[in-house]
């Protein structure tokens, strides 16, 4: 054998091998060769392929990253990526299997493949002819971002894969993540660099994916479990999801081990049993199960909704509990002058992220805790949901204990505190508070309030602190060249914030009123009050006996209303604002055309003519209870592009469902209706 193929067939071999001790190191955690012998193969395959020209775009040696990027491109999925639905208990689940089963034409005892719900991010990775030549997020599940450049770097994910012929492509799916020993040793060696350290593995993996350097995306040690396929063209899979994982396990793919195959929604249930027990003992975090029917005829049989598939489910498991050490307590104010009690943690990771701070709502729950500083605590955390210390543990053991007391005046302002009903304290300076004004400023420029786009949390405290506005009128006197000169704003920036404060000037009544922060008053209530009054001077004219004839509006929110409306300060408010340009046309007082009393409405989806507070306003004004889940008591279900579960509970119950296009129709028709009838 010439010289020349030696060192071919040397090359080859090598990247075998290294290929073979990557997927037994990333993927299995069964190295069979220490760090050493690793390099030094990579070491030798790399002065090869050098020496001689050899290098490809599959081998080991191009994972080290990039030139970056300028930017992502997108792309399109050819077969979208659908969430998933959610269960958070038993019977949710033994409904789930209920509702295939009633789709079926048979009532065979159905297989299930079951796999933890891996806490990372969604991919999918494109082979043709058995070549890595694309990766993307999911994005929204139409159209994701190119990532190829990143997910190239994972040494768990192969470039190639030898088992597929030329004329192949198949689309693998799978849940890219930042196991805990990886996220340990990355935050050490943060902290020993004095680099700023991660806050979670999942964030820290989402944003390692999205890096426009592919050479940062190398240093994270990322990971991959597949869980579907998308596109196959050129070959035939088995015909069972865990024959599937089977045969991608094979072709070097790195599936989860924790996958099993069970029988009926009992056998599921066993398996989310035992996993939920192994949860802190895994490499990974988790936050569930994922339930799939096994077999992939019956899966197309079942087909989807418009955002999941209708033969999966996450059962996700209950909050997670951890202890740690209160450092502190401090008290914060809040947009209405409430205030709050919020702990400084011992950071310690529960449920998924680093828990530094979470409030205590109240000194009732203070006092039922019987919580002190320096006490040790269980924090539980489920999910999305908001942190909570639950109980306190061994007191006794607090030594240096520190009662929690109130503070004698507003931490903010230093004004007297109020008592506010039985657990409630309040700042009486109001807007006048520096806590509240910024608060109440950036409520007022809220997306479901007057919705100044561009006009965020960060700039209303710069444009506060810098003493360019006082109040929610002071927006509206601002100029462009004021905000070109802050940090971080430019003039095309400013140029873009005064034409959306300019826009906003064209509103609703409803958003005006939710948008002045009267205590109390929600989307609901400013509605259901333009809905009764028609208009804004009537509103303020009104006493809190007539405002308590308000739909769901009773004597304690009537009376806010009422003294809100009897402050002088609060009216020559509102005065500036309509002379800065405010305007809202008159709502149909609801009282003389209701054509929907008594009907429920569902809004799902995103509506592309109308938003959906418009659109829940409209209906509420004709009469109809806007309600957030389908039930068998829903009349009618408006669906728009993205609509999901709902859609799918509307079709099983036999609710009448309205696309966007049908539903303006009839508000038009009943508007044209109620025009006819006042004249």
């Not at 030549?133 to 030898?162: F, Q």
């Not at 997306?447 to 209303?460: C, H, N, Q, Y």
Request: charged fraction near 25%.
């Amino acid at each position: 054998m010439a010289a020349s193929e030696k060192i071919k067939q040397e090359v080859l071999e090598l990247r075998r091998q290294i290929e073979h001790h990557n997927r037994l190191y990333h993927s299995l955690d069964t190295p069979e060769i220490p760090d050493a012998d690793y390099d030094a193969l990579l070491h030798r395959l790399e002065t090869l392929e050098t020496a001689h020209d050899l290098a490809t775009p599959d081998s080991p040696t191009q994972r080290v990253g990039s030139e970056p990027l300028a930017q992502f491109s997108q792309v399109n999925h050819e077969i979208a990526m659908l969430s998933l639905d959610k269960v958070f208990g038993e019977q949710d689940l033994r409904d789930f299997e209920t509702r295939i089963k009633k789709r079926l034409s048979d009532d065979l005892q159905l297989q299930y493949s079951c796999e933890p719900k891996v806490d990372g991010v969604a991919v999918s990775l494109l082979y043709q002819g058995g070549m890595l030549i694309r990766a993307a997020t999911r994005g929204d599940g139409i159209s994701g971002e190119d990532i190829t450049h990143n997910v190239r770097t994972i040494k768990s994910i192969p470039l190639r894969l030898p088992a597929l012929s030329d004329d192949t492509r198949i689309e693998v799916r799978g849940e890219i993540f930042l196991g805990k020993k990886g996220f340990q040793r990355l935050n050490a060696r943060a902290e020993k660099e004095g680099t700023k350290v991660f806050v979670n593995p999942r964030n820290t993996a989402a944003g390692a994916i999205r890096q426009l350097d592919s050479r940062n995306t190398a240093k994270i040690p990322l990971q991959l479990y597949c869980y579907s396929v998308g596109i196959v063209e050129g070959l035939e899979l088995p015909d069972s999801l865990s024959d599937i994982f089977d045969t991608l396990e094979k072709w070097g793919l790195p599936v989860n081990p924790e996958r099993s195959t069970e029988s009926g929604i009992a056998g599921c249930l066993n398996y989310c049993v035992k996993l939920l027990n192994k949860r802190s003992s895994l490499e990974y975090e988790i936050d569930g199960a994922v339930i799939k029917v096994n077999d992939i005829d019956t899966q197309r049989q079942l087909g989807q909704n418009a955002k999941s598939p209708r033969w999966t489910m996450a059962y996700k498991f209950p909050a997670e509990e951890k202890s740690t050490r209160v450092l502190g307590v401090e008290f914060q104010v809040g947009r209405t002058g409430t205030i709050t009690p919020v702990a400084r943690l011992d950071p310690v990771f529960v449920g998924g992220v680093t828990v530094s701070n979470t409030t205590l709502h109240n000194m009732d729950e203070i006092g039922r805790l019987g919580l002190r500083v320096g006490d040790t605590v269980i924090v539980r955390r489920a999910g999305d949901v908001i942190p909570k210390v639950v109980k306190v543990i061994s007191p006794e053991k607090n030594h240096r204990a520190k009662t929690i007391k109130l503070p004698p005046a507003c931490p903010a302002c230093g004004s007297v505190i109020e008592k506010d009903g039985d657990v409630l304290v309040r700042c009486s300076a109001g807007i006048t508070c520096p806590a509240q004004r910024k608060e109440s400023i950036k409520h007022f420029a809220s997306r479901s309030a007057m919705d100044i786009e561009g006009l965020g949390d960060k700039l209303v405290e710069q444009l506060v602190d810098a003493g360019m506005i006082e109040s929610v009128a002071d927006i509206y006197k601002l100029s462009s060249g004021q905000i070109a000169g802050l940090e971080r704003m430019g003039e095309k920036s400013a140029g873009n914030l005064i034409m959306a404060i300019e826009k906003s000037k064209q509103t609703s009544l409803p958003r005006f009123l939710f948008a002045l922060g009267v205590r109390e008053v929600g989307e609901a209530t400013g509605a259901a009050l333009a809905n009764h009054y028609g208009d804004l001077p009537p509103i303020i004219a009104a006493d809190s006996e007539s405002l308590e004839q308000v739909a769901d509006i009773g004597p304690v929110v009537a009376r806010h209303i009422d003294t809100f409306f009897a402050n002088e300060v609060n009216l020559t408010l509102i005065g500036e604002l309509q002379k800065s340009g405010i305007r809202w046309p008159p709502v149909e007082i609801a009282a003389r055309n209701q054509p929907l009393q008594g009907q429920t409405y569902v809004l799902t989806g995103t509506l592309q003519e109308m938003p959906r507070t418009v659109a829940k306003t409209r209906l509420q004004a004709l009469g109809a209870k806007v309600a957030g889940t389908v039930s068998k008591n829903t009349d009618v279900v408006v669906t728009g592009p993205g609509a999901g579960s709902k859609l799918g509970k509307a079709e099983e119950l036999g609710i009448k469902i309205l696309n966007e296009g049908e539903f303006l129709d009839l508000l038009d028709t009943l508007s044209k209706q109620g025009r006819t009838r006042a004249d």
